[in-house]
Structure formats: C-alpha cells, structure tokens
T-cell receptor
C-alpha cells in the first residue's frame, strides 16, 4: 500500500537556506504523523511527531493540513549535517509504519 | 537514553544457510517490528509482533521467515534458507503502546554469498 507521496528530490540547497518538503497522505483515517530522517546506510531516526496542526523544534517546523491531507517539513538555516533522506509516515489506525522512498536533501557549502 | 540494540552488526552467510538476527527492544515497549532495506531502496515493513504473536506481516514475510521472543528481552528474526536476494540491512524497531512512534536499532547488514 502507498500511504504517502513525496518528491524524491534531490533538493540541493546552500548552507543557511530554508527548505520545505511536502508529503501527501492517502488515508483520511490517519491520526498520527511523523518525520524521520535517514542517513546513508543508517537506521531511520525520528525527527518529529505531529499530532495536531503542527510542531516546532528549533530549526524544524512540521505542519499538518488535514483538509488537503498533507504534512510539510520546513528546515531553516540549513546545516551540512542536515543532508539526509527525509521520510514522512502517516499510519492509519494502529497499523505499522510504512515508509516511502523519502526526499533526499543535500546541503552544500 | 534507552535504545534498540541489534546483533550482529554485520553477518555474512552462504546461500541456503539459516541465520538468526537478534534485537533487544527498548525495555518498556510492547510492540516490536522487523524491517529490511535493500541497498538503494526504501525501508520495507516485514512483520509486527505484539503480545507474543504476529500482529501483521507483509507479503515479503513468507514461510522462510519467522520471529520469536524467546525471553523477556530478546526479539529474533530467523531466515531458514537464505537466498542471494535476502542480502539487505535488517532493522528492528519497537514502540510504546501509548505512542505510535517506532524507534529503530542500528541494523544488521546481512550479506548472502
């Protein structure tokens, strides 16, 4: 099943730039939303959980638009270390997390 | 900070051999998962486990695969007769029943030769 759709990228941005990713989800029953980041050959790591309209953590802001069924992730003041693949997940009900291919970000010096 | 641990970090096995991948989930978590990621592809769900039984599995998780929680801390994935196409990174994850986030171990890289 394809629960989410993301632009695979890559997004190549200079250090200090602001970058935004969108993710659309297909199942209106989804109540929990997550952004994970995955570095090359590493495990997915939870970046942010989104349970209501949005969440902010430092340079990262996630927003949820239930009417249009999309979640966005905004990264301000990009660092080289932000280079990774960003995965959104929108599990309906109690189903396990299902990942798409994610969006690749490269922050360039 | 509690974490999911997996052993070994890398395993090389001959085609047709059985392998057991081991995981120690976060101690107060009750849901356990196995995922795999073939090089260059997305992370794929294999199986979820709750209350000592499989709660959901994907079409990848065929009769060659099995999972077990042999004691109060370990969670294992067994592949009975490995194939070349089983070569992948295998991730274990766990989650708290009160939350939906899953936390992943660092993975076991399985190479079948």
């Amino acid at each position: 099943r394809k629960e989410v759709e993301q632009d695979p990228g890559p997004f190549n941005v200079p250090e200090g730039a602001t970058v935004a990713f969108n993710c659309t989800y297909s199942n209106s029953a989804s109540q929990s939303f997550f952004w994970y980041r995955q570095d090359c050959r590493k495990e997915p790591k939870l970046l942010m959980s989104v349970y209501s309209s949005g969440n902010e953590d430092g340079r990262f802001t996630a927003q949820l638009n239930r009417a249009s069924q999309y979640i966005s992730l905004l990264i301000r003041d990009s660092k080289l270390s932000d280079s990774a693949t960003y995965l959104c997940v929108a599990p309906p009900g109690n189903t396990p997390l299902v990942f798409g291919k994610g969006t690749r970000l490269s922050v360039i010096a | 900070e509690p974490e999911v641990t997996q052993t070994p970090s890398h395993q090389v096995t001959q085609m047709g051999q059985e392998v057991i991948l081991r995981c120690v989930p976060i101690s107060n978590h009750l849901y356990f998962y196995w995922y795999r990621q073939i090089l260059g592809q997305k992370v794929e769900f294999l199986v979820s486990f709750y209350n000592n039984e499989i709660s959901e599995k994907s079409e990848i998780f065929d009769d060659q695969f099995s999972v077990e929680r042999p004691d109060g801390s370990n969670f294992t994935l067994k592949i009975r007769s490995t194939k070349l196409e089983d070569s992948a990174m295998y991730f274990c994850a766990s989650s708290d029943p009160g939350a939906r986030e899953a936390f992943f171990g660092q993975g076991t890289r399985l190479t079948v030769v």
